[in-house]
């Protein structure tokens, strides 16, 4: 009976469904998702000892030496879809398939883009707080969303979301992407500009790249000055895109007017982080793919996937697809 370790905390959150799956598929299952604080590669070792297959989120840190010490896994299946935490090429290397779930979390996350957009321009939950304290005759103008200029760094899946909403509040959409989808672009009225003239004529910049080598930090001292003054930059995508120390400046020196972001740098934040004491910043805890449909999506994706790799099936989203002839055993390992 083939093993699965559970570690995802949002695994089977708003369903059952997932661990129905892989129980009537006969998998054994264990579940470890409310682990103390972060995990170790030893804990991960010795809590993935005779298992074939993991269920994780996305910050179990699976290593060259954690990859190393299993030689019976088969399947890492993530609930989400960044893999950052996983090194791949090991992974790759020893044969084990890293599945994620594309197309999962698109619009949950593209909604939320949106209402940081629209929170952090109209001062939401300062208000908020605002009325809670008993005050309530006070006007502090905000910046309006309909019919403003969008730039979207990255028109992939969660980049065309966006732009699929910012149509219905007749915003202007700019778009810088080094892959371009020029149908898409004609069908709702996008166009793609360089990098520089997306940053400089947008008055809300929303990022929508993943985390590698060639991203990080790719929002920086430089493309924050570029930036109009009144402009609102918001992140929901990876917090290692953007210089934080650089943001951080840019909000209290006024080279841009707040930000809206759904991720860090390093998470969770150091208690003393100086964007919590902020008005002009909106800040939620990576909960961009947290809605109650994005959540049964993955779940049942993950679950799927992990199943389907341990039949010995292709899995619907492969982060490495050149391992799968050496898994079927066709290719021979380095």
Do not use: C
Not at 22 to 29: C, K, N, S, Y
Not at 228 to 239: H, M, V
């Amino acid at each position: 009976m083939p093993k699965v370790l559970i570690t995802s905390r949002l695994f089977g959150r708003s369903t059952p469904e997932g661990y129905e799956l892989l129980e009537r598929e006969g998998i054994e299952v264990r579940r470890e998702q409310d682990h103390p604080g972060d995990w170790t590669e030893e804990e991960l070792i010795e809590a993935l000892r005779g298992f074939q297959g993991m269920i994780l989120g996305a910050d179990e840190p699976i290593t060259r030496r954690v990859l190393s010490a299993l030689p019976e896994l088969k399947v890492l299946s993530r609930h989400g879809v960044g893999y950052d935490n996983i090194d791949l090429q090991a992974a790759t290397e020893r044969g084990v398939v890293v599945a994620i779930t594309p197309g999962a979390n698109d619009d949950a996350v593209a909604d939320l883009a949106m209402g940081l957009m629209i929170s952090v321009a109209r001062h939401i939950p300062y208000f908020d707080r605002f009325m809670r304290e008993g005050g309530f005759w006070m006007k502090r103008p905000g910046w309006d969303v309909h019919g403003r200029t969008l730039g979207l760094i990255g028109l992939g899946r969660i980049g065309k979301s966006v732009a699929r909403r910012a149509r219905g509040f007749e915003m202007e959409i700019l778009a810088y992407d080094q892959v371009k989808d020029e149908e898409f672009a004609a069908r709702y009225g996008i166009t793609y500009r360089p990098l520089e003239e997306v940053l400089s004529r947008s008055d809300f910049v929303s990022i929508h790249l993943p985390s590698s080598p060639q991203t990080r930090k790719f929002i920086g001292e430089r493309e924050l000055r570029m930036m109009k003054p009144s402009a609102f930059l918001i992140n929901t995508s990876r917090g290692t895109v953007v210089d934080e120390a650089a943001l951080v400046q840019a909000l209290k020196e006024g080279w841009i007017a707040g930000a809206g972001l759904d991720v860090l740098e390093k998470e969770p934040p150091a208690k003393d982080h100086p964007l919590f004491s902020m008005d002009n910043v909106v800040l939620t805890p990576h909960i961009g793919g947290a809605s109650l449909g994005a959540m049964r999506a993955m779940t049942l994706d993950s679950a799927t996937n992990a199943i389907r790799v341990l039949r010995g099936q292709r899995p619907s989203g492969m982060a490495n697809p050149e391992v799968w002839k050496r898994f079927l055993g066709k290719e021979p390992s380095p």
